[in-house]
């Protein structure tokens, strides 16, 4: 395992998993990364490549938008079958990170094609608070001696993390 320097930059990859499971932002800290060997992962993959092929992703080197529209509205895609309040801290930290850039962003829009559904995420003075909170949380998540307590299993199907935190049991 890795120690975590306490300056690197956070990206939308750690408010997602801050906001779904504490451990799994812990563990992907530490360097541990099995999303490369899940069929979820890989599903999720083909459907961002596969929707909305015009657009082009904006790389902020520590986070990877998945598009910007005219007016700075923050995009993006997820293969989920249901809207997640990760989902949305995501985008609200992608609407911070340009902000600190210098970009007047007007706010984000999660895209769930399966269901063909999106969700609004407002970018306003509470919403700034709270990627800021976000980040505070995953900065001192990461840095912690050791992992936060799993979720209940029930909580856990679906995730590439599973086998670490379950495996014993």
Known sequence: MTTPDPAAPVGGVHIKYLHHCPRQLWLYGQGYRPEQRSDLVAFGEVVDATTFTRRRDVDLGEAKIDWVTAGAVVHETKSSRSPSP????????????????????????????????????????????????????????????????????????????????????
């Open 86 to 169: 990760a989902h949305a801290a995501q985008v609200r930290h992608y609407c911070l990170l340009l902000e600190r850039r210098g970009v007047a962003v007007r706010g984000g829009t999660v895209h769930y094609p399966l269901i063909r559904r999106t969700v609004n995420v407002p970018w306003d003075a509470d919403a700034r608070s709270e990627a800021e909170e976000s980040e505070g949380r995953a900065r001192a998540t990461l840095a912690a001696a050791g992992p936060p307590d799993r979720l209940k299993r029930s909580e856990c199907r679906g995730c590439s993390y599973v086998d670490y935190c379950w495996g014993d049991t």
